[in-house]
C-alpha cells in the first residue's frame, strides 16, 4: 500500500492500527494556487480544524499511496516524526475587566475602535438593558441572534438550539439587548461562570450588514455595553468566545485589538502537525500559526519565494497582529536568500514589530 517503510503515511497507518480515525482531504493551500493533500488522524467530528489549511473548498480524498504535504494527529496519539509541532487549534479570547470602563477603553489595542468606542459612550442616543427573562432570550433568538448568523455565514452554518440556552439561563446569566434611539439593534447573551461572564453568542438586526461602518458602530455600542454590565457585576474577566490559532484570522485579530488575551480554548484537545519541508515556507506565509503551550507562544510565519514584495510599511501592518502578549518569540520558515531585499525588509519590519521578542529564522 504504501511506497517506503519512512514515510507520513506510514505513519499515519500505523496510527490507524490503534484504532484512530484517518481521514484524507485534499484542495489547495489558502491564498494560493498551490494543491494541498492533508492527512488528518483524529476524531471525524474535529477535522474541521484543518478547514483553516484550504482555500475555499475541499474535499475527502483517499488515494492508493499516501504522500501527505501536511499530517496533522491530534493528541495523545503518538507523530513519530522529525519537526513536529505542537499546537492547539483553537484559542479562547479572555478580556481581563479594568478598574473603570474608561480604562478599559485604554486597554484597546486599536485607536480607531478607541475612537468608535468613545463616540458611543459619549451619544445620548444609545442605551442597553439586560433581562435574565427566558422570554427576553427566546426574543433575542429569534430576531437578533439567528436571523445574523444565517444571513452572514448561509444556511450551513450550524446554529445551537435554544433550549441549551434556556437551560444556561436558569443558572444564571442574561440576555443584553442594545438600543439606538429606542430601536433594538444588537444583543448578546451572557451567562455566569465563577470567573466571571460568557459571552456566549451575539446578534445584531440585519440592515447591519448593509455597511461595515454601521456594523463597527453597533458592534462598538454592544462591546461598550458589555465593559459596563461586566463592571455593574463585578466580573473579574469576560470570556468572548473561541477563535482559530490563526494569527491573521478576522475573529483573532479583532480580539487581540479590543485587549483579550489568549489561551487553549476549553474543551479542544492539542493536536501535532507536521509540514513537508520544501512546503514549509508557503505554508506558514499562508497560515501563520501560534503554535505551543500557553505563556510561551510561538508565532510561525512564512516567507517564500513566491511571496510579492512589500515595502516596510506593508509588511508592519501585516506583522503588527504577531505582538500579542503571550507570543515570545516568532519562527520564520524561508526559501529566500540572506542577500535578498524582500527578506530584508521582511525581517526588519517583524522584529520591529515584536519589539524585544525573539526571531529565529530557520531556511528550508
Known amino acids: 500500500m504504501f511506497e517506503n517503510g519512512e514515510s507520513p503515511a506510514r505513519d499515519a497507518w500505523v496510527l490507524l492500527r490503534s484504532g484512530a480515525s484517518f481521514h484524507q482531504l485534499s484542495g489547495v493551500l489558502k491564498g494560493s494556487e498551490q494543491p494541498l493533500a492533508i492527512t488528518y488522524v483524529g476524531a471525524a467530528a474535529h477535522r474541521e480544524q484543518c478547514s483553516v489549511f484550504f482555500q475555499g473548498i475541499w474535499q475527502p480524498k483517499l488515494g492508493a499511496a499516501l504522500k501527505p504535504d501536511v499530517l496533522v494527529v491530534a493528541e495523545p496519539l503518538p507523530l513519530p516524526r522529525a519537526g513536529v509541532l505542537r499546537y492547539s487549534p483553537f484559542l479562547d479570547a479572555v478580556l481581563d475587566v479594568e478598574p473603570t470602563v474608561e480604562a478599559q477603553i485604554r486597554s484597546v489595542r486599536s485607536k480607531a475602535h478607541r475612537r468608535r468606542l468613545r463616540k458611543v459612550s459619549r451619544g445620548r442616543e444609545w442605551d442597553w438593558s439586560v433581562s435574565d427573562r427566558p422570554e427576553a432570550l427566546e426574543v433575542f433568538f429569534r430576531t437578533l441572534h439567528r436571523p445574523y448568523v444565517e444571513a452572514r455565514f448561509g444556511d450551513k452554518q450550524v446554529i445551537a438550539s435554544l433550549e441549551p440556552l434556556q437551560q444556561r439561563l436558569a443558572r444564571g446569566g442574561g440576555v443584553l439587548t442594545v438600543t439606538h434611539r429606542g430601536e433594538p439593534v444588537c444583543g448578546a447573551a451572557l451567562f455566569d461562570t465563577p470567573e466571571g461572564l460568557d459571552y456566549d453568542r451575539n446578534g445584531f438586526r440585519l440592515d447591519s450588514l448593509k455597511s461595515p461602518v454601521l456594523l463597527s458602530e453597533r458592534t462598538a455600542a454592544l462591546e461598550l455595553a458589555i465593559f459596563q454590565l461586566a463592571r455593574e457585576r463585578s466580573a473579574r474577566t469576560v470570556f468572548l468566545g473561541f477563535c482559530r490559532a490563526l494569527i491573521d484570522d478576522g475573529l483573532f485579530t479583532h480580539k487581540r485589538r479590543l485587549g483579550c488575551r489568549f489561551v487553549p480554548a476549553r474543551g479542544s484537545g492539542r493536536s501535532q502537525l507536521w509540514v513537508r519541508p520544501d512546503l514549509r515556507p508557503r505554508f506558514f506565509a499562508a497560515v501563520p500559526l501560534v503554535m505551543g503551550p500557553c505563556g510561551q507562544f510561538e508565532v510561525h510565519v512564512g516567507l517564500s519565494r513566491d511571496s510579492a514584495p512589500l515595502s516596510r510599511i506593508q509588511w508592519r501592518a501585516r506583522l503588527k ?44
Not at 524561508?334 to 542577500?339: E, G, H, I, L
Open 321 to 364: 497582529n504577531f505582538a500579542i502578549p503571550a507570543v515570545h518569540r516568532a519562527v520564520v520558515w524561508t526559501d529566500v536568500p540572506a542577500t535578498d531585499p524582500r527578506r530584508e525588509s521582511f525581517e526588519d519590519s517583524l522584529r520591529a514589530a515584536l519589539g524585544k521578542r525573539e526571531v529565529e529564522i530557520r531556511e528550508a
